[in-house]
Each structure stands twice: as C-alpha cells, then as structure tokens.
T-cell receptor, first 114, second 108 residues
Framework: GAGVSQSPSNKVTEKGKDVELRCDPISGHTALYWYRQSLGQGLEFLIYFQGNSAPDKSGLPSDRFSAERTGGSVSTLTIQRTQQEDSAVYLC????????????FGAGTRLSVL | AQRVTQPEKLLSVFKGAPVELKCNYSYSGSPELFWYVQYSRQRLQLLLRHISRESIKGFTADLNKGETSFHLKKPFAQEEDSAMYYCALSGSWGKLQFGAGTQVVVTP
C-alpha cells in the first residue's frame, strides 16, 4: 500500500456510544503504534504492537480503551462508552522494526463526542 | 521520568531570517531524538533524527547531551516552513514521547 491508512477519517458519536477506529499499516511493518492528538494533551502514546509479542498498553488512559491487531496487520482501537474528553485525533503509525526509526503516520481519525 | 519540553508554543519569523526551535529532554539513558513536522492538512512526518546527523530542507539539529537539548535550526526560513513542529524522544520499544509542539509562522 501507499502508506498507513486509517478509517474513518471523521467520526461523530454520542456520549456513551462505543466506537471502533481502524488502522491498516504499511505492508510488512511489524510494529504498530496508536497515538492521540488533542488540544489539551498534545500527542500522547496509547498502545504499541510488535509482531506476536504482547502489546504495550501502558498509554491507554482508561479501561474503556482497548486495541487489537489481527494477523499481525490491521489494528482496531475500540473506545467504549465514549466521553466528551475522548474527542481528539487518533493517529496510527507503523514501523519496520523497533527503536522508533521511521515511524510512518496515518492521516488520523478525528473523533468528536457530542 | 522521561520528558520532552518545547518551551515555545508559537514562533513567528520573517522570511529569510534564522529560526531556532528549542527542545530539551530528560531521559535516564541514551536517547533517540527526532523532529517531526505537520504541515497544514497533512499527516505527521519525520523531519530529522539525531542518529543520521543529516540536513533536511535546510534544517539541522544537534544533540547536546550536556545540556540535554536537541534544538532545530535553519539559517534562512522560507514560507513553506510554516508548520507545527514536534520534538520526540524514543524510549523503550520505539514508542515516541512528544513535546507539546511549536507552531512556526513564516511571514513574507
């Protein structure tokens, strides 16, 4: 593929609803990262997947947030019972290895919780 | 604890003037440092990483371990340099910790 693809590009939801955000990394990239970009908090790390290893979930802000990566490729970030403070741009990035080298970012999903 | 500090939220410079974006970090090891840039309506992209010691689009950044700084510099700013710039530190497993970002506005 041409790059990291995220869908949807925009999502408007009502408070209390669940949302799923999707990320298609660059083919062959073993590392996948989720970040959140918000006005108040800047860019924050959420979760990291590397190959078949257990994900690093240390950045997830609450247990309403979860993510999975199926088949070592596509990843889905799920936010349950959304709150207004979840409104942000959710960014996905992929890399061919560890060390943060050349993390390629997707265009993001802008989530608005009303 | 690791931290990245960008003290300037906004930097306004004239075209042709030098520009310097400050970045200071704290990290209990050997850091890997990066500058990322986000142009208007575009995705975040890597500008520089300290390992490569390269110059991209006229920008350079030197890691100063004594001052724990990784300032980004360009001798002559261009209008197309107007963007949001993020300094980032790579800790364990490559996850990036970003500074708050500096918005650069280059006026003609």
């Amino acid at each position: 593929g041409a790059g990291v693809s995220q869908s949807p590009s925009n999502k408007v939801t009502e408070k209390g609803k669940d949302v799923e955000l999707r990320c298609d990394p660059i083919s062959g990239h073993t590392a996948l990262y989720w970040y959140r970009q918000s006005l108040g908090q800047g860019l924050e790390f959420l979760i990291y997947f590397q190959g078949n290893s257990a994900p690093d979930k240390s950045g997830l802000p609450s247990d309403r947030f979860s993510a999975e990566r199926t088949g070592g490729s596509v990843s889905t970030l799920t936010i349950q019972r959304t709150q207004q403070e979840d409104s942000a741009v959710y960014l996905c990035a992929s890399s061919s290895g560890t060390g943060g080298l050349f993390q390629y970012f997707g265009a993001g999903t802008r989530l608005s919780v009303l | 604890a690791q931290r990245v500090t960008q003290p300037e939220k906004l930097l306004s410079v004239f075209k042709g003037a030098p520009v310097e974006l400050k970045c200071n970090y704290s990290y209990s090891g050997s850091p890997e440092l990066f500058w990322y840039v986000q142009y208007s309506r575009q995705r975040l992209q890597l500008l520089l990483r300290h390992i490569s010691r390269e110059s991209i689009k006229g920008f350079t950044a030197d890691l100063n371990k004594g001052e724990t700084s990784f300032h980004l510099k360009k001798p002559f700013a261009q209008e197309e340099d107007s963007a949001m710039y993020y300094c980032a530190l790579s800790g364990s497993w490559g996850k990036l910790q970003f500074g708050a970002g500096t918005q650069v506005v280059v006026t003609p």
